[in-house]
Each structure stands twice: as structure tokens, then as C-alpha cells.
């Protein structure tokens, strides 16, 4: 059943990475320069880190941390959006690798990366706590993982009337999404998510500097560190 789903929602993101990577930058979703500004106040620039963006998208992320000088690596199960991710850092000049991947199923090395990054992804997947589970499994000792989403107080009802005009996702997609279970999780679910997966230190930070321009809920960051 999962990989049915998993397959349905990649096979989406196949066909609406370029209608979405658009859209972002139409609406000036990116918002670069504030969340360089968050990187800048989170993570300190020396030393230099080894860096994974998983669900990199078009690369926003993976391109910030590159561009600050970390080693950094993009993964994504869209050929489409890995595809746009690196044109948008040859566009850059900004040196970047980006592979595909399945973010619930590492096949990275234990103790690989300093740092991992999640942004506004962690809902897409069928089953979060196996992610998060690879992503604390990938962290140094003294590691950390950051996951940016939206900080939904409570979970909320499903707006049937957002979908009937969506051009790119079917009715197959929609029914697909209606079964993720942290589609509209809150902070509190993800931040029990990092404490099962071993990590400490766990906390959750409001994001005040960044509007969230798709939708009236602000922005967290829930952090946790490898022992």
C-alpha cells in the first residue's frame, strides 16, 4: 500500500515539478534572502559542514548552504525537480550535487553527514518516522537535523474546493495525500518523531522573519542532535 502511494505521489511530482518550481518563484515563495538570513543565525560558518537537503525540490536549501561554503548534498525521488535543482545552481555558479533518492530509505553510509535538512517535506512522506529514523541513522555524533514546517497548532480539515481547479494533481493524487499522515501534522507529532528516532535536545522554534505565503500558518523549525 505505501509504495503504491509513494509511487502515485512521485509520479505527480514527475509531471508538475516545472508547473511548481514556476509557481514558487512567480509567487516569490523562495524568500532567499530570509531563509539565508535563518541559515546564517542556526549554523555557524566555520567549520564548514557536510550538509544533506533531503527533499531538496528545485535545491532552495541545498543551494543556500552550498553558496555559504558547506559541502552539501541535494536528494530528491523527482528526476524532474533534481533536474531543475541543478540547472537553478549552474544558473547560480554554485556547486552543488544533487542525486536521486528515497528520503525514507537512505542508502548513505551511518555517521555521513554533519547535518541534515529537511524543508516544509517531511509531510509528503507515507511514513515519517522511517525517514526521520534514516536521516538521525546518516548524523555524525553531535549531528544535527533540522526539519522546517508549518507549524500547524492543531491538525485541520481537508478544503475540497482547493483541488477542483488543480491542473497538474488528479483526483488519484488527491486521495493518495488524504492518506499521509503528517499532511497537516503539528509541531508537537514531528517533535516526537526526532525523540523516537534517539535524538536529544529536541526543541521547536517559532520562525517569525519568514511570511508562509501559501497559507495562513506560520513556520517552525524542530531541531534535535546525535548523541
Not at 531543475?84 to 542525486?99: G, L, W
Not at 541534515?116 to 509528503?124: A, I, P, S, Y
Request: charged content about 25%; overall charge negative.
Amino acid at each position: 500500500m505505501e509504495a503504491n502511494i509513494k509511487g502515485i505521489l512521485a509520479k505527480r511530482w514527475e509531471v508538475g515539478a516545472e508547473h511548481y518550481a514556476k509557481g514558487i518563484k512567480n509567487k516569490g515563495i523562495n524568500q532567499y534572502d530570509e531563509w539565508l538570513e535563518l541559515i546564517q543565525d542556526l549554523v555557524p560558518n566555520e567549520p564548514k559542514l557536510h550538509v544533506l537537503d533531503v527533499g531538496t525540490g528545485p535545491g532552495i536549501m541545498a543551494l543556500l548552504f552550498s553558496k555559504l561554503g558547506h559541502k552539501t548534498t541535494g536528494l530528491d525521488l523527482s528526476e524532474s525537480m533534481l533536474n531543475i535543482a541543478r540547472e537553478n545552481a549552474q544558473t547560480s555558479n554554485i556547486d552543488c550535487e544533487f542525486i536521486q533518492g528515497d528520503a525514507e530509505d537512505l542508502s548513505f553510509e551511518d555517521e555521513s553527514f554533519d547535518l541534515v535538512v529537511n524543508r516544509l517535506n517531511l509531510w509528503t512522506l507515507p511514513n515519517p518516522g522511517r525517514g526521520v529514523y534514516h536521516w538521525a541513522r546518516v548524523l555524525k555524533p553531535q549531528g544535527k537535523l533540522y526539519i522546517i514546517a508549518n507549524d500547524y497548532e492543531t491538525p485541520i480539515p481537508e478544503d475540497p474546493a482547493a483541488r477542483e481547479n488543480d491542473e497538474i494533481f488528479t483526483k488519484e493524487y488527491y486521495e493518495s495525500f488524504a492518506s499521509l499522515p503528517f499532511r497537516h501534522a503539528t509541531a508537537a507529532q514531528i517533535k516526537a518523531l526526532l525523540e523516537a528516532a534517539g535524538l536529544v535536545n529536541v526543541d521547536v522554534t517559532p520562525i517569525h522573519n519568514i511570511e508562509n505565503k501559501k497559507r495562513d500558518v506560520p513556520f517552525c523549525i524542530i531541531t534535535g542532535e546525535k548523541n
